[in-house]
T-cell receptor
């Protein structure tokens, strides 16, 4: 159990376009989902915390108008990178957790390349 | 959350035990020690967590010193598939609001 999926696993887009990444908890209800970004040879950096039915909380330095997060249900959160630029190229990873335990279950990640 | 310190890299022979140290000298009384690992180009995977007592599960054992200022993750029989970056994180056990702060971790290379 406790599987988190992400879609797509890899995406290449042109500069200026928007890209949506989905994060789903497949067999549990996730009250909280987290979005992380990881640049090559670096550690994961938290971007935002998303609670179902409420606005996401963004970390300092993360533009909320550029990285739109929607957590419309207990099993789905989406991250939209708007007007993507080459510097947004990164590995985006989501995680989900429940109220019943403190394990965070991570998705497999989405590799975004902006040309 | 308390800061943790880990060696940047370690090697281990296949079949031998891998002992990964973590220093968390400023850990507070209500902070747990969590271990995750990340295999290349994948999302992190939960391994184990503990507060005071040593813990063991099907993946690993966690040994926490009595003063809780350091801990060791033990992979009893390392395989090539255990090659990954291992992260030690100190975090409050508090509902679902606690995000994880990832440091640089230890890159474990298991060699044949």
């Amino acid at each position: 159990g406790a599987v988190v999926s992400q879609h797509p696993s890899r995406v290449i887009c042109k500069s200026g376009t928007s890209v949506k990444i989905e994060c789903r908890s497949l067999d549990f209800q996730a009250t909280t989902m987290f979005w992380y970004r990881q640049f090559p040879k670096q550690s994961l950096m938290l971007m935002a915390t998303s609670n179902e039915g409420s606005k996401a909380t963004y970390e300092q330095g993360v533009e909320k108008d550029k990285f739109l997060i929607n957590h419309a249900s207990l099993t789905l959160s989406t991250l939209t990178v708007t007007s993507a630029h080459p510097e947004d190229s990164s590995f985006y990873i989501c995680s989900a957790t429940t109220d019943r335990n403190n394990e965070q279950f991570f998705g497999p990640g989405t590799r975004l390349t902006v040309l | 959350d308390a800061k943790t310190t880990q060696p940047p890299s370690m090697d281990c022979a296949e079949g031998r035990a891998a002992n990964l140290p973590c220093n968390h000298s400023t850990i507070s009384g209500n902070e747990y020690v969590y271990w995750y690992r990340q295999i290349h180009s994948q999302g992190p995977q939960y391994i184990i967590h503990g507060l005071k007592n040593n813990e063991t599960n099907e993946m690993a054992s966690l040994i926490i010193t009595e003063d809780r200022k350091s801990s060791t993750l033990i992979l009893p029989h390392a395989t090539l598939r255990d090659t990954a970056v291992y992260y030690c994180i100190a975090k409050n056990y508090g509902g679902s609001q606690g995000n994880l702060i990832f440091g640089k971790g230890t890159k474990l290379s298991v060699k044949p």
